[in-house]
């Protein structure tokens, strides 16, 4: 440690004796004791949590920082620590409160990778005891009104810091931001992020395997989508999202899926686009996917909103003949046929046989809903591989009007995983937020004001310029697409 | 009053008087100490309201009793009073928290008739200060939770008193104890409730009129309907809701339609019938209401998970056209049509036209979810005129073996209001909870236990004797429809 940072570390200490002195020092002083932080908290050490991990350890060795990773499993943790030095794993329930608080205590800046559920109360023990909180997950209204109350103790909440939500944010603004300075008037902002598995490792009929949270994926599109298209706001009830994909054709990587997210409307004021005529996040998805998915919507089957009675009494075949109607003397496939109106022999049958649907095995959750049960199923037909490569794609496509000219532009981002451990998704969502630490515990920011999702220059600009030089790049392609007539100009 | 009652009340006011006493005392006098209960407090002086305050006021003048009904709206409290000497109308913000307790605390027994979201607060009241507690609503987990540690304190907490559910279960317990004290094993036990227009007044094209909470009716069968048929788990998830509906012919009044309640598999243990293998509670409509329902539920109007943003800038037929995927050069009655998969022409159409989702009439509600600007249109269409009948069908179906040989069993209800104020709905909601009341006031109850719906014979049957008396009577039916083979007997 340089001789510089002890001697400001004495300064600090100094202040933090005397709290009368602390509570009048101006903001920019209180900023730069950040420069000063030392401990960086980590709560989960699951699949996302690989590349954060790495990231920081190795910047903790230049800058003299100790990571501790928390997680219910002891191994899982000290294996992503893997000896390093600058690491601690520790292994605690979570809901052992003491214990929890001790910890935040002694860290200075706290990150959750946690279920979303437990995000709350870590929320509001930081802002108790005075600490930065972090997150890669979406923020809710809760976490918005507690990031209200951090940002008067001078203390940061931050969410949506991975890849989607989190690098789709920060690589949009940089446009969006980058547009605006040159006058340009947007009419028309599309967005889609797909995590899919990559053609070389694809070998199942639904082009799918899980690369993130498999509740997630099941629960997709639960609730209303909402976007707006030539300023006429859309809905796309769940039972239609799946059914009412459209084909997008992502320059030079190829034709997917799309279907629309639940909150695109939110994000015109967020991204500071109130007027804009044309704007629609999606996920993507390989072609196939969402016609067979739908299937499963169609059935019931990804209902989680009541446990099946006793469903370790029946096999995968009669739950689904549970949610068919009766009809004498037809099989299970063919009532389901009938029920989506295609062929016993169709592409999307194969799908659902392929996955064990209408297998006599038994099922092994007891009194679980219909979501948890297709999830459990799931987790056995659509994991990876060892060597299996995932691969993200992310796009932006702009349409706008500059000095009587109008342009579409978009944004593109393509990467592969090496294999299932080190993955796309794991880098993707893990740097982003890991960047982020970096820059807050050097004091990079000049953060004041509520500042929950990452979508300041100060905040995304650093982040993308690393994330640069780390090998995450889009490829940006525009054209002009007509001249206005001059008269109106 | 009487001498004896008089000489009673000391008593019970030397008892109040002797903490230690009382604590000591056997639980019969306790009950006894019941009798002389004098004060009853209502919330809620809503439509269901009417038949259970006329009836109790009858009564209070009877046996010296007071009854105090409070609601936001002092009129309406006032006119359902009518200036009787034993009524008292009040008038208060039910979030008033000391008031509340101070009403809880000056009366013996408190009724609930405001909406369920209000009935968990009241029952904390009442289980601290130690007062009986009724509703005509379904019981919570947290009610019953409530009512275990109620009866702790031998006070009784009960829901479900009302018609569907209230005179359900206690009609249809009246013949199942008969049924198994005869020896009987019941087979299949279905039981259909509609709260309807009486043909005689049906004069809209959905043949239906609101005589019931309208944000039930709108949001009915949200979730997914459970029922057992023939020993088989039968599931049917809310987009096949109204598509799957059934036609029942009751007895001598005529065909409806019936969809399945989500409830009917909780009922098996509640009503004694673990084992049965065929149980389904059911919702009767006229006939042509349910696929002109599902169309509506299929467009994604009835969603009420989220605010559609401005709602007051939009007509109706801008919401619906939100909806639905652009084509262009098609009116949104063709693309309503093509989604349904009907003719633009067809009796559904017509339906969906009548009540105006087609018209550019501006939405008056702000930031409103589907299901509320459905609500607010429907109100406007579906209100009883002020000499409307309603029409209350309630229908138990039994198939049970005795003997060696199978029967099949109906017990059919069939009641019409005389107008829009005196509805049999209202009358069927208040009656058979104001008679509980009544004979809970009077110590008749020995009731001890959990004890949360009305399922047992002592206090379903003085209930129903008394319906009796008042006019709501069974009509039943039985024949025999099988002798099964001797050697099997």
């Given at each position: 440690m340089s001789s510089l940072n002890l001697l400001a570390k004495f300064v600090i200490h100094?202040?933090?004796?005397?709290?009368?002195?602390?509570?009048?020092?101006?903001?920019?002083?209180?900023?730069?004791?950040t420069a000063l932080m030392k401990r960086i908290l980590l709560f989960g050490a699951g699949r996302s949590a690989s590349a954060l991990i790495d990231y920081l350890l190795k910047e903790a060795k230049k800058y003299d920082w100790e990571l501790t990773v928390v997680d219910s499993d002891q191994e899982l943790a000290e294996s992503k620590i893997n000896g390093h030095p600058c690491g601690t794993a520790i292994a605690f329930n979570i809901h052992n409160i003491d214990k929890r608080q001790e910890l935040i205590r002694s860290h200075d800046v706290v990150i959750s990778l946690l279920p979303v559920r437990y995000h709350k109360r870590i929320a509001r023990e930081c802002l108790k005891i005075g600490r930065h909180m972090l997150t890669a997950s979406y923020v809710s209204k809760d976490l918005v009104d507690l990031a209200e109350k951090a940002s008067k103790k001078q203390i940061?909440?931050?969410?949506?810091?991975?890849?989607?939500?989190?690098?789709?944010?920060?690589?949009?603004?940089f446009r969006i931001d980058e547009l605006k300075k040159k006058g340009a008037s947007i009419r028309s902002f599309k967005s889609y992020t797909g995590g899919l598995i990559a053609p070389e490792s694809d070998n199942n009929p639904w082009h799918y395997k899980f690369t993130w949270n498999p509740a997630n994926v099941v629960r997709a599109g639960q609730g209303t989508a909402q976007y707006l298209e030539n300023s006429k706001l859309k809905y796309i009830p769940y039972h239609h999202?799946?059914?009412?994909?459209?084909?997008?054709?992502?320059?030079?990587?190829?034709?997917?899926?799309?279907?629309?997210?639940?909150?695109?409307?939110?994000?015109?004021r967020?991204?500071?686009?109130?007027?804009?005529?044309?704007?629609?996040?999606?996920t993507l998805r390989h072609l196939g996917f969402c016609e067979a998915w739908d299937a499963?919507?169609?059935?019931?089957?990804?209902?989680?909103?009541?446990?099946?009675?006793?469903?370790?009494h029946l096999t995968y075949k009669e739950l689904v003949e549970a949610f068919l109607e009766d009809v004498p003397g037809r099989s299970v496939k063919e009532k389901v046929a009938s029920l989506l109106g295609v062929d016993v022999e169709s592409s999307i049958m194969y799908k659902l046989e392929w996955i064990g649907l209408f297998?006599?095995?038994?099922?092994?959750?007891?009194?679980?809903?219909?979501?948890?049960?297709?999830?459990?199923?799931?987790?056995?037909k659509w994991s990876l591989e060892p060597e299996d490569k995932d691969m993200i794609v992310m796009q932006h496509v702009f349409e706008y009007e500059l000095e009587g000219k109008e342009y579409k532009s978009s944004h593109t981002l393509m990467m592969k995983g090496k294999n299932s451990v080190d993955t796309a998704m794991s880098r993707l969502?893990?740097?982003?937020?890991?960047?982020?630490?970096?820059?807050?515990?050097?004091g990079d920011y000049h953060i004041h004001g509520v500042y929950h999702i990452p979508v300041r220059e100060n905040v995304y600009l650093p982040i993308l310029k690393e994330l640069k030089n780390l090998g995450v790049a889009f490829k940006d392609e525009e054209r002009m697409i007509a001249v206005k007539d001059p008269s109106t100009v």
């Open positions: 100094i202040l933090h004796q005397t709290i009368k002195i602390r509570i009048f020092l101006p903001f920019n002083v209180l900023l730069n004791r940061v909440f931050m969410g949506e810091l991975g890849l989607d939500p989190g690098l789709d944010h920060m690589s949009a603004m999202l799946f059914k009412r994909h459209e084909i997008v054709d992502v320059n030079g990587i190829g034709k997917f899926e799309m279907y629309a997210n639940r909150d695109s409307l939110v994000y015109r967020k991204y500071g686009l109130t007027d804009i005529p044309t704007i629609q996040r999606g499963l919507i169609e059935l019931g089957l990804t209902d989680d909103s009541f446990p099946i009675l006793d469903s370790k297998e006599d095995k038994p099922i092994t959750l007891r009194t679980a809903t219909p979501a948890q049960i297709l999830e459990q199923l799931l987790k056995q969502v893990g740097l982003p937020l890991a960047i982020f630490v970096k820059h807050l515990m050097l």
